[in-house]
């Protein structure tokens, strides 16, 4: 089955304790990207990756690393994660730069005490 | 810059037709998409329009207008499991990436 898997899909973790968040999908994407959600803010791009070893800022980049070293995984590292991170995160693919729509993971709800 | 407008919440009842309606700005446009997203889910891929008019889909119909800067989505014969947040995207080339609006939180009641 076609499929972006995150994991895990609940977290809660202190303030200033490393941690990641693995995303992975087996449809051979291009693009993978990842967003967090807040009430009333919506999804916000964090990071995004056009291809292996190329990533780029979103919009809300601070605090948060990403690597692509292989085609199928694009994991979120948060260094030093802080409560304002709390959210719920995505992490999304797509064939191209958006032109086919993205696939979504299932979501990963941090919570930083 | 990316400017997109959607209503934050709107109620309808079984049965009937709603339409959501979504106005943006923005550089590079090229496409719009709508996603269904049942609270706390993933996002899930509802329509693409690239050119102007209406596509339709079953129950679902999208309409764009690009020299308007304007979409719409219509959801007929609403269902008690349509009761969700509905996200309009446009496609932002110049900036690779999809665009989401904060969403409209639709509610279908008995």
């Known amino acids: 089955e076609a499929q972006v898997t995150q994991n895990p899909r609940y977290l809660i973790t202190v303030t200033g304790k490393k941690l990641t968040v693995t995303c992975s999908q087996n449809?051979?994407?291009?693009?993978m990207s990842w967003y967090r959600q807040d009430p009333g803010l919506g999804l916000r791009q964090i990071y995004y990756?056009?291809?292996?070893?190329?990533?780029d800022k979103g919009d809300v980049p601070e605090g948060y690393k990403v690597s692509r070293k292989e085609k199928r995984n694009f994991p979120l590292i948060l260094e030093s994660p802080s409560p304002n991170q709390t959210s719920l995160y995505f992490c999304a693919s797509s064939l191209a730069a958006g032109e086919n729509g993205y696939t979504f993971g299932s979501g990963t709800r941090l919570t930083v005490v | 810059g990316q400017n997109i407008d959607q209503p934050t919440e709107m109620t309808a009842t079984e049965g009937a037709i709603v339409q959501i309606n979504c106005t943006y700005q923005t550089s590079g446009f090229n496409g719009l998409f709508w996603y269904q997203q049942h609270a706390g889910e993933a996002p899930t891929f509802l329509s693409y329009n690239v050119l102007d008019g209406l596509e339709e889909k079953g129950r679902f119909s999208s309409f764009l207008s690009r020299s308007k800067g304007y979409s719409y989505l219509l959801l007929k014969e609403l269902q008690m499991k349509d009761s969700a947040s509905y996200l309009c995207?446009?496609?932002?080339?110049?900036?690779?990436?999809?665009?989401f609006g904060t969403g409209t939180r639709l509610l279908v009641s008995p």
């Open positions: 995207a446009p496609l932002n080339t110049g900036f690779q990436k999809l665009v």
């Open positions: 990756s056009m291809n292996v070893e190329v990533t």
């Open positions: 449809m051979n994407h291009e693009y």
